[in-house]
């Protein structure tokens, strides 16, 4: 069973960057595709950004394409979300995801 664990997330001014991570369990991290996703409050749950498992191909949500940038290190089991150019719309609790296992979430707040 995979384990995920986020982290990096905190209060951040507009056009600031924060770089989040998820560090997962399990021998076989390299073998999945891995997401990020966000929820605001009040909204659903919304697609950020994925990546295969090479770490080659890279996907996004047109709303953060070209300000968020999603990478993985296999030998560190774990994958990143380096968010640029920060918005208020931005803020929501930011969770990881493969095969359908959610991490707890890490806050991002961006203030105007």
């Known amino acids: 069973q995979v384990q995920l664990v986020e982290s990096g997330g905190g209060l951040v001014q507009a056009g600031g960057s924060l770089r989040l991570s998820c560090a997962a369990s399990?021998?076989?991290?390299?073998?999945?595709?891995m997401g990020w996703f966000r929820q605001a409050p009040g909204n659903e749950r919304e697609f950020v950004a994925g990546?295969?498992?090479?770490?080659?191909?890279?996907y996004y949500a047109d709303s953060v394409k070209g300000r968020f940038t999603i990478s993985r290190d296999n030998t560190k089991n774990t994958v990143y979300l380096q968010m640029n150019s920060l918005k208020p719309e931005d803020t929501a609790v930011y969770y990881c995801?493969?095969?359908?296992?959610w991490g707890k979430g890490t806050l991002v707040t961006v203030s105007s």
């Open positions: 995801n493969t095969l359908g296992i």
């Open positions: 399990g021998r076989t991290f390299s073998s999945y595709s």
């Open positions: 990546v295969r498992r090479s770490g080659g191909e890279t």
